[in-house]
C-alpha cells in the first residue's frame, strides 16, 4: 500500500532554518499539503498545493516538491512553531483516496 | 465564516457502533467534499474517506471498508460518519474537514468494556 514517510522528529534552536521532508513515490504526480498541529487542537493548513501558503499564515513557512520529496521549511523558526507537522496527499490509483504521513515533531530551543 | 461543529464524546463498548456528526456553516454544504480523519493517543493523523454532499457519493480508505458507512442530510447541512464493530484500537479523536483547509474541532471516541 502506499505510504508517506516523514522524520519522526526535527529539532532547531529559534532563529534557525527547519526543513521537515516527506516522500512518497506518487509525489511526482500529486500535491503535498502540509498541516501544524499543537496539542489537543485541530490541525491547521500551513502549506497547499505543494508550495501555496494560506491566508494568515506567516511567510517564514514555505513549501516546495522536487521527485519523490516535499519538503516544509521554517525559515527563523520560533519558539511558537513546535509541534507535530503532518504532510498529505492523495494515491496514485486514481481512487482519490488521500493519505498521512505519520508526522514529525518540531521542537524549537 | 466557515465552521464545521461536530457532536459531543461517545463511549462505546467493543462491538458497538458509533455516529458523529458534523454541522456545517457559512458555506454551501454541496460544493466541498467532507473527509473524515482521525487520530488515536499520541499517533499521527490517518485519513478514513470522503463523502460528496452533493451526489452523497463515498470514497473510503481500504483499511475502513465494511465497517464504516459516510452519510449527509443536506437539509440539516450535516455530515455523519458511523464505525461499527469498534474496538479499543478505535479509541481516537475524529475530525470531519471541508476539503483540506478547515476542520471540525473533533470528537473523542472512546472504546472500553
Known amino acids: 500500500s502506499y505510504e508517506l514517510t516523514q522524520p519522526p522528529s526535527v529539532s532547531v534552536s529559534p532563529g534557525q532554518t527547519a526543513r521537515i521532508t516527506c516522500s512518497g513515490d506518487a509525489l511526482p504526480k500529486k500535491y503535498a499539503y502540509w498541516y501544524q498541529q499543537k496539542s489537543g487542537q485541530a490541525p491547521v493548513l500551513v502549506i497547499s498545493?505543494?508550495?501555496k501558503r494560506p491566508s494568515g499564515i506567516p511567510e517564514r513557512f514555505s513549501g516546495s516538491s522536487s521527485g519523490t520529496v516535499a519538503t516544509l521549511t521554517i525559515s527563523g523558526a520560533q519558539v511558537e512553531d513546535e509541534g507535530d507537522y503532518h504532510c498529505y496527499s492523495t494515491d496514485s490509483s486514481g481512487n482519490q483516496g488521500g493519505i498521512f504521513g505519520g508526522g514529525t515533531k518540531l521542537t524549537v530551543l | 465564516q466557515v465552521q464545521l461543529v461536530q457532536s459531543g464524546a461517545e463511549m462505546k463498548n467493543p462491538g458497538a457502533s458509533v455516529k458523529v456528526s458534523c454541522k456545517a456553516s457559512g458555506y454551501t454544504f454541496t460544493d466541498y467534499y467532507i473527509h473524515w480523519v482521525r487520530q488515536a493517543p499520541g499517533q499521527g493523523l490517518e485519513w478514513m474517506g470522503w463523502?460528496?454532499?452533493?451526489?452523497?457519493?463515498?470514497n473510503y480508505a481500504q483499511k475502513f471498508q465494511g465497517r464504516v458507512t459516510m452519510t449527509r442530510d443536506a437539509s440539516i447541512i450535516t455530515a455523519y460518519m458511523e464505525l461499527s464493530r469498534l474496538t479499543s484500537d478505535d479509541t481516537a479523536v475524529y475530525f470531519c474537514a471541508r476539503g483540506t483547509v478547515y476542520w471540525g474541532k473533533g470528537t473523542l471516541v472512546t472504546v472500553s468494556p
Open positions: 498545493e505543494d508550495n
Open positions: 463523502i460528496n454532499p452533493k451526489s452523497g457519493d463515498t
